[in-house]
């Protein structure tokens, strides 16, 4: 069956709520969820997301049937969070051959992954946000 926009429509839905319920019950917290649609501010597909710091996580979910694109869709995720005011911006890629949520793809720029295990960055970024606290 070939993919047309109904079905990516779908398979995305079902991925971001797979991701949503996945980290709501894995990280016991039920403000974890799925967010509605927010036009041309939208602020992530998850929301809810804290990292060890308290900071807001946002959250872009990519269902391309395991094809990876993680420049056009990193930018994505750090307009998103910019939207949002967020200081972490992450993309959780669908993985070909599984649909186990804990066996996704993360993609995650290193300053955001610095930021999530406690660090702070130490020099200016071409972001949309402000980084330093």
């Known amino acids: 069956?070939?993919?047309n926009r109904a079905s990516a429509k779908k398979a995305g839905t079902a991925m971001e709520t797979l991701v949503a319920n996945y980290?709501?019950?894995t990280l016991d917290d039920d403000r974890i969820?799925?967010?509605a649609r927010n036009g041309a501010k939208d602020r992530g597909d998850i929301g809810g997301v804290q990292s060890i710091m308290r900071e807001r996580i946002?959250?872009?979910v990519k269902?391309?049937?395991g094809r990876l694109m993680p420049?056009?869709?990193l930018t994505e995720a750090r307009i998103e969070a910019g939207n949002d005011d967020a200081p972490v911006a992450v993309v959780v890629a669908k993985r070909r051959g599984t649909t186990d949520p804990a066996k996704?793809?993360?993609l995650m720029e290193l300053q955001d992954f610095a930021r999530l295990i406690g660090g702070s960055p130490k020099h200016?970024?071409?972001c949309p946000i402000d980084h330093t606290i």
Request: net charge negative; charged share 40%; hydrophobic share 30%.
């Open 1 to 3: 069956m070939t993919r």
């Open 124 to 126: 200016e970024c071409d």
């Open 63 to 65: 269902d391309y049937g």
């Open 23 to 25: 980290l709501a019950e």
């Open 58 to 60: 946002v959250i872009e």
């Open 33 to 35: 969820e799925r967010r």
């Open 71 to 73: 420049g056009p869709w």
């Open 104 to 106: 996704q793809y993360v």
